[in-house]
């Protein structure tokens, strides 16, 4: 599971790379799905996830206000911010917790550990989907999303960077 996080991240971060040949206009402009625009689903997705893995180890729960992060380098600083703190969580993981009970402020449901985990891992590869179908729309190729040849793995390819 770990390493779903660290293929997440590495994708992210290809999409920044990708991303940052766009004028500001058009990364806020809003489009169809998603959060609206480029800019906000990019927070969005790093919102969910690190809300939700905050919530779930009993952290209070930061909230960041899209307002301050209106630039794709401060979405970015933002991303690399969350991806210490999910770490830090991540690290302690393991296979026992997966049928652990969590509950979280936003809602009155009981879920398990494994199931939220699960959902922060896929809700990223739905939204990066729907860049690669903006990326198209303002002419620029889709980010290459193969796990297989990140090295994630065995370590090697630049992955270290995304140590858990």
């Known amino acids: 599971m770990i390493d779903l996080f660290k293929y997440n991240w ?16 058009e990364l806020v402009q809003e489009r169809q799905g998603g959060h609206g625009s480029i800019l906000r689903t990019f927070f969005h ?22 307002e301050h992060y209106k630039s794709l380098e401060l979405i970015r600083q933002l991303s690399r911010e969350s991806q210490e703190i999910v770490n830090k969580h991540l690290l302690k993981w393991s296979p026992t917790e997966e049928f652990k009970t969590v509950t979280v402020p936003w809602s009155a449901h009981t879920y398990y550990y494994g199931e939220v985990i699960k959902h922060v891992i896929v809700h990223e590869i739905h939204h990066m989907g729907q860049l690669s179908i903006w990326a198209k729309d303002v002419g620029l190729d889709a980010v290459n999303v193969n796990y297989i040849g990140r090295g994630i793995m065995d370590g090697h390819k630049g992955c270290s960077k995304y140590v858990l």
Do not use: T
């Open 10 to 25: 590495m994708v992210r971060e290809d999409w920044f790379s990708q991303c940052s040949k766009l004028s500001e206009n």
């Open 45 to 66: 997705i790093i919102d969910v996830e690190c809300s939700w893995i905050q919530a779930i180890h009993g952290d209070v729960v930061s909230e960041p206000n899209y």
